[in-house]
């Protein structure tokens, strides 16, 4: 139990039940997941028309796949007749149509009903009426994001907005070339903890002393506990004798050309509500997307991304990738740790925020206000 008055410099977090009631959580996912942006795919997984994946956003699961004329297209994976699941598959290529496995209706790429048993014999039956439903998707930095929502809210403004409040301007994550960088290595992470404990913890590094013994030595500024996402603009330096962003200091991997110097050695993180996060350094960049499945469950999928010339030629990229991967488990180690708390009566009212995590507080009277819940006083 926390005092009904607290010091100056501790705020109140949100409730214990925040992290673990399922009705919660599914109105996290009415609310939240299935009216904001979501980052779904990367475009190169959709390399050649026909080819597809699905993914679960928020309740629902989503077609996503390439239409003949190159364009992206995303749709409910639900048959419009008897509403059998289109695609059971994760992932896969089809030639020119999706038919469904239950009673054979078929759709084209465009999403279109094209045949169907005695369709002929149907005629007020409407191709298009009767096709599959679309999602809206816009592809930015080499990824697919969908949108669920009847009238999607603006993406410059809740996706791109969200890049430029921390960076200053988009030109400083656009230095990157993310849309043409390749996938170098792509770990997903199982973790047993409600996905805001993910989104607080890579928002703070009051914690990263304690349990980030790697990073702190590539970056030494954080082990004073303050996050570079505190700051508009900041990027954390590498420390004085650290060649390159690796999990032992050593030389990293050919320069991204358009990274200026004034962000060479380097790291910048980004948090894009509600389940991206983006790392930024000179050679690399770390993409982080979620997929909250339980109040106490949430996959993580992790690429880490190269110039494709660098994926290409084979290179050793396993000494940057361990960097961040002994980080995220870290992270996730201490998110499961956690997420039993969560569920104790010391736990009902909440925890406290000491000032390096007083920005988290902004992250908690978001998530209140997506779900029209006043925070407590």
């Known amino acids: 139990m926390i005092p009904t008055s607290l010091p100056d410099s501790l705020i109140a977090t949100l409730p214990g039940s925040s992290y673990t009631d399922p009705g919660g959580f599914a109105q996290e996912q009415e609310h939240i997941f299935e009216t904001m942006w979501f980052c779904a795919v990367r475009s190169s997984e959709l390399a050649t028309p026909g080819a597809f994946r699905t993914v679960e956003v928020g309740r629902e699961s989503i077609l996503i796949t390439r239409a003949r004329d190159n364009s992206v297209r995303a749709f409910f994976n639900v048959c419009r007749h008897r509403g059998a699941r289109l695609c ?18 078929t759709y084209d790429l465009n999403g279109k009903l094209v045949a ?18 679309g999602v ?3 592809e930015w930095l080499g990824y697919v994001w969908v949108c669920l929502a009847e009238n999607p809210p603006s993406f410059e403004e809740d996706v791109i907005g969200e890049v430029i409040t921390r960076l200053g301007d988009v030109e400083a994550i656009e230095h990157y070339g ?14 047993r903890a409600n996905w805001k404990l993910i989104v607080e913890n890579f928002m703070e590094c009051y914690h990263c002393a304690t349990i980030h013994p790697e990073l702190t030595e590539v970056l030494p500024e954080f082990a004073d506990g303050y996050a570079a996402q505190y700051y508009v603009g900041h990027g954390a330096e590498f420390g004085e004798e650290v060649q390159g962003f690796t999990v032992d200091g050593s030389e990293g991997l050919d320069r991204i050309p358009g990274v200026p110097d004034d962000q060479d050695r380097r790291y910048y ?3 894009v509500k509600p ?9 690399h960049v770390i993409f982080h997307r979620m997929y909250p499945v339980a109040a106490d469950r949430t996959i993580v999928e992790c690429d880490w991304l190269y110039l494709p010339h660098v994926v290409e030629s084979g290179k050793d990229v396993s000494r940057s990738v361990e960097l961040f991967d002994r980080v995220n488990r870290q992270d996730f180690d201490a998110c499961e740790r956690t997420q039993p ?20 507080a902004a992250f908690h009277d978001w998530v209140n206000e997506r779900l029209g819940t006043p925070r407590p006083q």
């Not at 048993?117 to 005629?123: D, I, R, Y």
């Not at 993310?178 to 199982?190: F, K, N, P, S, T």
């Not at 708390?341 to 988290?360: D, N, T």
């Open 88 to 105: 059971a598959e994760e992932a896969g290529e089809v030639k020119r149509a999706f038919q469904c496995p239950y009673h054979a209706w």
């Open 341 to 360: 708390g969560m569920s104790s009566r010391m736990y009902a009212e909440g925890g406290v925020l000491v000032p390096s995590e007083h920005h988290i």
């Open 136 to 138: 809206a998707t816009r």
């Open 116 to 133: 169907a048993p005695n369709l002929t014999k149907m005629p007020d039956v409407g191709r298009t009426e009767f096709g599959l439903v």
């Open 275 to 283: 389940q991206v996060f983006i790392n930024l350094v000179p050679d």
């Open 269 to 271: 993180a980004i948090t």
């Open 178 to 191: 993310i849309g043409d960088l390749a996938v170098g290595r792509r770990i997903v992470y199982d973790v």
